[in-house]
Nanobody, 119 residues
């Protein structure tokens, strides 16, 4: 059982930055891929970015390329999402998720952290 705890959300002005963190409880954290998703009010949850187990491969949705950066520190069981040049449309609850070994889809999710962007 993997427990994921996000932090770092908050209120920021458009153009500002935030860094989200997600800490995993499992010692096998370094063996699985991680992702960040978001869900805005009235909208479906959407994929934002993913990172491979080693951190050597990442994949971003087009709208955040060049502004968001995912990274991970396997020694700390933590994945980060650095968000720069935030826009009002980035406002959402952000969730981290784990794609554990053998899973066909993300199978563990955090509780989410709210990101609010004022214009």
């Amino acid at each position: 059982q993997v427990q994921l705890v996000e932090s770092g959300g908050g209120l920021v002005q458009a153009g500002g930055s935030l860094r989200l963190s997600c800490v995993a409880s499992e010692r096998t954290f370094s063996s699985y891929a991680m992702g960040w998703f978001r869900q805005a009010p009235g909208k479906e949850r959407e994929f934002v970015v993913s990172i491979s187990a080693s951190g050597g491969s990442t994949y971003y949705r087009d709208s955040v390329k060049g502004r968001f950066t995912i990274s991970r520190d396997n020694a700390k069981n933590t994945v980060y999402l650095r968000m720069n040049s935030l826009k009002p449309e980035d406002a959402a609850v952000y969730y981290c998720a784990a794609l554990t070994h053998g899973a066909s889809s993300y199978d563990y999710w955090g509780q989410g952290t709210q990101v609010t962007v004022s214009s």
